[in-house]
């Protein structure tokens, strides 16, 4: 006979505690313990993920610890993952409602279904899929299929869909039917029969979580999860979520556009170096063939408030286009509204463009953000993003064919990014001309061929000399 307790369970951190306390005392979140009803029942230890490894010698490790690995098919997504799905892994897929997750996921099913070559030549031969669906019906999955081509031929019979929200009948499916891959869309929509929570709720997201983990390990099954992010963009449910499964991806992207961002912020099987670059169209996410250049902007003529930044996501270089529109108010309080880059970065670069460059701007409202839905946080930006917001005040577009990328300082002054060479070669392939980056006491950087490469040293320099503006015209003030 099961007992019956309770428990306080944090909505913040997942904390337990007996009785009810207005703070949290593990996070300090206030008002974040919700009554959670356990009935107390036995359950299964994790098995050990390897009984009786053996230690391997330093030289020898990568071919002797090789995970079994399944590629899903789909370049982009294999190459974020590290070269596949491993056995017994969980993963967790994290994006805003409607970005594309399920669609991803059902063309993932595909891809196992139908069996791919791995990057070792050997076949991997096609498996089945259980699609266990909380957020939608049957009906609802199985049209989505057939809107992206999937619901014909072996795929068709291959992938099975449970509308399910039981995480108990949900890995007693999975043992029963042993499919080559599990996916659980979504998370916050399963819930544990042994416990009373609401599903979505920390304890709820976390017991499901568990038994899922379990199931993964116990029988070498993986699981992708389906996560839902708020709007702050952290995942739904409690922190600790992405400290349980083995690998964390975010979708990111402008719902309304074509674009899609797939990033590896967590990875126990491969670098979260890695990212993929995807295309909404009519058969579900593409790969794009230049990642590089498909987050730029296409524009007739160039325009003031545009700067085109070589940055870095991981090891791939991408070039991004900063916008700004300057706009004078006479609101007491001007706006500042950030959208892609930090809201706190911008109005540090517009109190630093006031005092150390003559770009006054306390009389305007500031917008900036980056063209294709694009969110990045890299200091690089900094100075794209000064020059789009004085190229905007000016009316002034850069000289065609520049790029920019540098940090910049409280005194006004530039500092050096990572990587330059690969940014700047990045740059030169995709046609443009000049690169206007900081001095670095690392001497010179080499230049690529076809592109000229003008270092600054201040950031009242690097705006005379994007905007090709004569020397003592930035001195004129607004
Ligand atoms: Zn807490």
Redesign the pocket.
């Known amino acids: 006979m099961a007992r019956t307790q309770s428990r306080f369970v944090?909505?913040?951190?997942?904390?337990a505690v007996l009785r009810w306390e207005g703070q949290?005392?593990?996070?300090?979140?206030w008002n974040?313990?919700v009554e959670t009803v356990v009935h107390d029942a036995p359950r299964p230890r994790p098995a050990a993920a390897r009984a009786g490894s053996a230690p391997v010698a330093l030289a020898r490790a990568d071919n002797a610890t090789d995970e079994v690995r399944r590629p899903v098919g789909i370049g982009e997504l294999d190459r974020v993952l590290g070269g596949g799905l491993v056995a017994g892994s969980v993963v967790l897929l994290g994006g805003e409602p409607g970005i594309g997750k399920s669609t991803l996921l059902l063309q993932v099913a595909a891809g196992v279904a139908t069996g791919v070559v791995n990057a070792t030549g050997v076949r991997i031969p096609p498996a089945t899929v259980l699609y266990a669906t909380g957020e939608e019906s049957v009906r609802q999955v199985r049209l989505r299929a057939a809107r992206l081509g999937l619901t014909e031929g072996p795929v068709g019979e291959a992938v099975s869909v449970v509308a399910e929200t039981g995480v108990g009948r949900i890995v007693d499916l999975a043992r029963a039917e042993r499919p080559g891959l599990l996916v659980v869309d979504s998370v916050q929509t399963v819930a544990s029969e042994e416990l009373d929570g609401p599903p979505g709720s920390v304890g709820q997201v976390r017991e499901a979580t568990l038994r899922l983990m379990e199931l993964a390990k116990s029988d070498g099954i993986p699981v992708v999860l389906v996560g839902h992010v708020t709007k702050d963009g952290t995942l739904a449910g409690p922190k600790t979520l992405e400290h349980l499964v083995d690998v964390v991806l975010s979708v990111e992207g402008d719902r309304t556009g074509g674009l899609r961002l797939l990033r590896a912020t967590k990875n126990r099987y491969g670098s979260t170096e890695e990212v993929g670059v995807f295309e909404m169209g009519d058969r579900g996410l593409a790969e794009v063939a230049d990642p590089a250049r498909a987050f730029l902007a296409e524009h007739d003529a160039p325009a003031p408030g545009s700067v085109v930044a070589p940055i870095l996501e991981g090891s791939r270089p991408l070039l991004v286009e900063v916008q700004a529109l300057v706009a004078p108010t006479a609101a007491p309080t001007p706006r500042r509204t950030a959208s892609g880059v930090d809201q706190n970065r911008l109005a540090l670069l517009v109190a630093v463009l006031g005092r150390r460059a003559g770009i006054g701007l306390s009389g305007h409202d500031v917008y900036a953000n980056l063209a294709g839905g694009l969110s990045v946080t890299e200091p690089g930006l900094d100075l794209p993003l000064a020059l789009a917001l004085a190229s905007s005040l000016r009316d002034r577009p850069l000289v065609t064919g520049t790029v920019a990328i540098g940090e910049v300082g409280l005194l006004g002054e530039l500092r050096s990014v990572g990587g330059l060479d690969r940014r700047l070669r990045e740059a030169a392939r995709l046609g443009f001309t000049r690169a206007i980056v900081p001095r670095s006491s690392r001497g010179r950087p080499a230049a690529p061929a076809g592109i000229e490469v003008v270092v600054v040293g201040s950031l009242a320099e690097a705006i005379r000399v994007a905007l090709a503006e004569p020397a003592s015209a930035s001195r004129r003030g607004t």
Not at 24 to 29: A, D, F, K, N, V
């Open positions: 944090c909505q913040s951190c997942g904390a949290c005392r593990t996070c300090g979140e974040t313990l």
